[in-house]
């Protein structure tokens, strides 16, 4: 409706097109039903300035009055009655109005002893009325006339920048009911989060002016600049642009992200000596933001703590991120408070806290992590998206080190191997293979059996050879490449003994008599040679008849080798064959890749996406099924489930039994390669780690119950 279709608009204020008037707080003490407010008759008039929010099924308006209470109801009254009858006159065909009115907040002026029996709504309800305070520079923006304005439908208002969260989240939830943060913003964070951790200068560096405007009218007119598809191969945004963008929705909310309300309290944690004790107190006043603001500053720091993991390559330390962004969690609306209005002493302030805010991202969100971990099945992430590589990850493994020091993570990629803390997720050191040894084809830790259970929290295959003593480094891995095995002690990242020939492959074998084997495949798979785990001499070899062999697993009794043609060969522990399977209808019809193994099955992956299930006992075949992720580069066996990688960005997680499925939530650009399980004593808590071909490392937690019933 335009202006003239209004009530008694002289002394209305109707929100301009360029911008919305500030609210002081998103609290909702003193909410009420809108009925309640209606119906309430009041003995004293108290002058209130109030801003009220309209929204019917197509459409939502804007408006502030500044007047008694008495004289607000006449007129919401009157609003209400002209509106509708102005819409049912337009939509009377297909009945779609709705009045949208469901609540109000008030000031202290309203809110007496009259109001003390109404009970309160939570501020996700809150689609009515938002208690607003005068205050120098509030009504910027505002146009006042009588004549030639309308109010914006929000039909056709498709804006994102420049409007509170409040009512981005009104709008969003009439399409997305459970939406947590306006989906535009979201998709921005997710996007940089995927595609610009290797961003050189991310944040710091600005985009083109021009092209920053054109993408923000074209967000503003509801055009969606994010492809679904973040595979490394999809065509999308800038990465500069889409920083751009999310710090230019930043600056210009009318409202800052940490509030008006509770921002001088941020800056004064500023002044705190200790970094704990600063830190607390901003944990405290982060749980007192909205909802909404909470959920988005979690987003942000998540985004702003995974860049300063990599600044190696982008250069974005967190003292540069605080640098370049932090100013922006106190920005207000260009005009009021913009960030040329800050103090240099309040600059610096700002900074620091956010500084401590990135640096202490996982310690002030734990409980987040926690509640959803206990809430859902499923993986959940961690909030830790790790870039190890600039190409891929081929192999990610756990092994511990000596003296106690815990379980490490190791990940491989081309001829890199790079240890990784597994408390912290930092970096601890890396490992550079010799590019004269070729590509990386396996890693073998063969002084330490990776849990498969949760009671199962330090385990360690170390054992002292039957006739002569022998310091045991559990930290020792193989390493099979294209022109040989080189064993290394990652904990003294020194070369402990070479193999001059071609391996894809590798598995530890135990004897009858306690020794211990590595079995290697060698590159044109006819030959298996086995060597002695403490001696590292060659005691001798396997032949492989039908040749084409390509991987090899040991279960208890029985070495288990996959050749490329899907044949599946089983030989006993001193190297002699018991049975071969070898049915493309029945079994696998494409080469083998990897096995697994439960307490009563082994299994066994290939390039033909299959899953073929073999009896541990008797070795035949027990079922055959398709996880549907395409060709399968990993499978593991954790807590009863078997965690399946293939060729999609995220894993499969089966049953035991095999009777259920489940997706895991997509973190990676391209396929994930591999996982590996382990226990973080700081967080008491089990992690997954998954390596994947776009370059990068997700930890994630591994909840009690990972299925619903």
Request: charged share 20%; aromatic share 8%; with cysteine.
């Amino acid at each position: 409706p335009t202006r003239k279709n209004l009530p008694d608009s002289a002394n209305m204020m109707l929100s301009s097109p360029r911008g919305e008037n500030k609210s002081n707080s998103s609290s909702t003490k003193g909410a009420l039903p809108m009925d309640a407010f209606l119906e309430k008759k009041f003995t004293t008039p108290v002058n209130n300035k109030l801003k009220i929010i309209v929204t019917t099924k197509d459409r939502s308006y804007e408006v502030e009055f500044d007047t008694t209470s008495q004289e607000i109801q006449k007129r919401l009254q009157s609003f209400l009655k002209e509106s509708k009858k102005k819409e049912e006159k337009e939509l009377r065909s297909n009945n779609t109005l709705r009045r949208g009115f469901t609540a109000m907040t008030m000031n202290a002026g309203i809110t007496d002893e009259n109001y003390s029996g109404v009970p309160a709504i939570s501020g996700d309800k809150l689609a009515g009325i938002q208690n607003t305070r005068a205050r120098s520079g509030s009504n910027a923006g505002l146009n006042t006339s009588t004549s030639g304005t309308s109010t914006r439908s929000l039909i056709d208002d498709k804006r994102i920048f420049g409007r509170h969260l409040e009512t981005l989240m009104v709008v969003q939830r009439r399409t997305k009911k459970d939406a947590k943060l306006p989906v535009v913003i979201e998709s921005l964070i997710h996007y940089v989060l995927m595609r610009g951790l290797n961003e050189e200068g991310i944040f710091r560096v600005s985009p083109d002016r021009n092209a920053l405007e054109a993408a923000r009218k074209q967000i503003d007119s509801g055009e969606n600049l994010i492809p679904d598809n973040l595979s490394v191969n999809q065509v999308g945004l800038e990465i500069v642009l889409a920083a751009g963008l999310i710090k230019l929705f930043l600056r210009e909310l009318p409202e800052p992200i940490l509030t008006d309300s509770l921002a001088p309290f941020f800056l004064s944690t500023a002044a705190i000596n200790s970094d704990e004790e600063a830190t607390n107190k901003i944990i405290q006043l982060i749980s007192q933001l909205p909802d909404v603001n909470r959920t988005l500053l979690h987003k942000l720091l998540c985004l702003l703590w995974n860049i300063s993991q990599n600044d190696k390559q982008n250069l974005m330390t967190i003292g540069n991120l605080t640098t370049a962004i932090g100013s922006s969690f106190f920005n207000t609306t260009p005009g009021t408070h913009s960030i040329a209005d800050l103090q240099i002493t309040q600059m610096a302030n700002a900074q620091r806290v956010v500084f401590l805010m990135i640096f202490n991202f996982h310690r002030i969100f734990a409980d987040h992590y926690e509640k959803l971990s206990l809430n859902n099945t499923g993986l959940t992430w961690s909030g830790k998206r790790l870039v190890a590589s600039q190409k891929s990850i081929h192999n990610v493994v756990s092994i511990r080190f000596p003296l106690g020091s815990g379980t490490q993570v190791i990940s491989t990629s081309a001829s890199t191997i790079k240890i990784w803390d597994s408390v912290d997720s930092a970096n601890l050191s890396k490992i550079e293979n010799g590019n004269a040894y070729g590509h990386i084809f396996s890693v073998l830790t063969p002084r330490y059996t990776p849990p498969t259970k949760r009671s199962e929290q330090e385990s360690s295959n170390a054992a002292t050879p039957p006739l002569r003593a022998v310091k045991v480094d559990p930290s020792e891995i193989w390493v099979a490449s294209h022109r040989g095995i080189r064993i290394w002690s990652v904990s003294s990242l020194e070369v402990k003994h070479t193999v001059e020939s071609e391996y894809v492959n590798l598995a530890l074998v135990k004897q009858s008599d306690s020794r211990k084997e590595v079995w290697a495949v060698r590159m044109q798979g006819d030959l298996i040679h086995r060597f002695d785990l403490f001696s590292y001499q060659l005691v001798g070899s396997v032949p492989v008849p039908a040749g084409n062999l390509f991987v090899v697993h040991a279960s208890d009794t029985h070495v288990w080798g996959g050749t490329y043609n899907g044949c599946i060969t089983i030989w006993d522990t001193n190297g002699n064959i018991v049975k071969e399977h070898s049915n493309p209808e029945k079994y696998h019809y494409w080469k083998i890749t990897c096995f697994a193994q439960t307490e009563e099955y082994v299994i066994s992956g290939g390039d033909d996406g299959l899953i073929c299930v073999w009896d541990k006992n008797n070795l035949e075949f027990v079922r055959r099924i398709s996880p549907n992720v395409g060709k399968l580069k990993c499978i593991s066996y954790f807590d009863g489930y078997l965690w399946v990688c293939g060729w999609e960005p995220y894993m499969k997680i089966i049953s035991k039994d095999f009777s259920k499925m489940q997706d895991t939530e997509t973190l990676h650009t391209d396929s994930i390669s591999s996982v590996t399980f382990v226990f973080n004593k700081l967080r008491k808590q089990w992690q997954a780690w998954t390596g994947s071909y776009d370059g990068t490392i997700c930890v994630w937690i591994v909840p009690e119950k990972i299925m619903a019933d």
